[in-house]
């Protein structure tokens, strides 16, 4: 049973950081894709941030290039979201997303992925 569990979420004022984590269980492909969501009040899920674990191959939203940066951690297990330069659009639950099998599309369509986890809140004041 593949699980993720994020942690990380808080509050801060813009112009701050903070790094998201997700811890992925239950899995042995080390070809998994990793995909940070996000969705705001009142707006669609969107993608903002890509990591192939087989590869180390990144992709990121244009609204957060720059901004963030998404790593994987060195027990392999683990999917960060370093969040720089905070701002109040930023605002969001954010969820990381796995797929241990690929059938092509992009990063950012939320269909490609199987295993989601459950949200952590994120939210930066003026």
């Known amino acids: 049973q593949v699980q993720l569990v994020e942690s990380g979420g808080g509050s801060v004022q813009a112009g701050g950081s903070l790094r998201l984590s997700c811890v992925v269980s239950g899995y042995t492909s080390s070809t998994v894709r990793m995909g940070w969501f996000r969705q705001g009040p009142g707006k669609e899920r969107e993608g903002v941030a890509y990591?192939?674990?087989?590869?180390?191959?990144?992709a990121y939203a244009d609204c957060v290039k720059g901004r963030f940066t998404v790593s994987q951690g060195n027990d392999k297990n683990t999917v960060y979201l370093q969040m720089n330069s905070l701002k109040p659009e930023d605002t969001a639950m954010y969820y990381c997303?796995?797929?241990?099998?690929w059938g092509g599309g992009d990063w950012y369509q939320s269909q490609r992925y199987t295993y989601w986890g459950q949200g952590t809140q994120v939210t930066v004041s003026s």
């Open positions: 997303a796995a797929a241990l099998r």
């Open positions: 990591i192939y674990f087989g590869g180390g191959n990144t």
